[in-house]
């Protein structure tokens, strides 16, 4: 099993709370596309694809 970098695994936790959580929630897009920008920067060259991946795989599991 692949350990998650620290970084990802902050910015999902970050863009989760801000999606579910926050008391003024973000439109899933828009948390989202933060936390792939945050991890296109502070990140590995994978992180970006790799938020993306998961927030929308969360995304489209809550909407079912």
Partial sequence: MKAIAAVDRNL?????FEM?????????GIAINEAVE????????ESGRYLNGILKALVKKQAD
């Fill in 20 to 28: 579910c959580f926050a008391e003024e929630k973000l439109a899933p």
């Fill in 12 to 16: 999902a936790r970050l863009a989760i």
């Fill in 38 to 45: 945050l991890a296109k920067k502070f990140g590995t060259d």
